[in-house]
């Protein structure tokens, strides 16, 4: 089992990140390819190349989309960032193009695994992934699998958390919401709120507490025993956890929040490869 390797691939709306990952996490032949936003064929290629060149075993294939997979058919159903490819990618598409069986899955939901098996997540059963960068996603794990109906059932980014305007987390906590208000990254931003930018300040201040309001309202619905931070807007480290702590801290019902552990991830770029050595070995586990 040891030998087995997964072909891994985190596909962004820009870049696609692939790797051949051991099923017991070390990340091999690490390489970046750009995602061309009209060619999704570039996909098949890329994959078929690093398979090609693998000196490893390979067992399967795993693919991590920043879009809404249908589970039951093993398709992607949207893919805000690379309209052009939505309809182009299936396991079944990929699974002919590579020789191998290949699975589908969302990105915050391999986050979520590769955070349980090999991150901050270790020795949990019960733990939410938040992927809070250029949007807002969210995995769940419960007694140690990750939780899934149709369709990934984490979406905290499209919840609304101001019923006046309608608007939603990822709407206005996310690095598109600071760039929209300031045109700067969270680390800058965060930056200059240290440094008392009155004007950084506030808007960090609201970022945090509307993140750490659709962060709560997730734990309310799954009672984790820990939330794991991830992605880009952990630059700015543990500032960004404050307003989260403090929210949990004051007891919800029965007082699930306030049990709740908070963490910013540990597996960095590689969360989502790592998720898919995992997501391969939960699904294959006599490979």
Known sequence: MSDQHVLACDLGGTRMRIALVSLNGRVNER??????????????????????????????????VPGMVDYRNQEVVTLPN???????????RLS?????????????????LG????GAGRGTQDMIYIAAGTGVGAGVVLN????RGRYSLGEIGHTIIDRTTGETVEQLASGIALQKSLGLDVSQVAERAAQDDPQAKKVFD???RDLAIGIRNLVLCFSP??????????????PLLQPLRALLANAGPYHITSRVRVALAQTG???????????????HPTT
Do not use: C, K
């Open 225 to 238: 025993e820990l939330v794991v931070v991830g992605g880009g807007m952990t630059t700015a480290g543990e």
């Open 82 to 92: 690379l309209p052009a490819w939505e309809g182009a990618i299936s396991s079944s």
């Open 31 to 64: 390489q970046v390819v750009r995602s061309p936003d009209n060619n999704p064929d570039s996909l098949i290629d890329a994959l078929r190349t690093a398979h090609q060149q693998s000196p490893y075993q390979v067992a399967g294939a795993v693919v991590g």
């Open 269 to 283: 770029d590689d969360v989502g490869l790592l998720g898919a050595a995992a997501l391969w070995s939960e699904t």
């Open 206 to 208: 609201q970022l945090r």
């Open 96 to 112: 002919d193009a590579l020789g191998l069986d290949t699975l589908l899955a969302n990105d915050a939901d391999l986050g979520a």
């Open 144 to 147: 140690g699998r990750m939780l």
């Open 115 to 118: 955070e349980f098996r090999y």
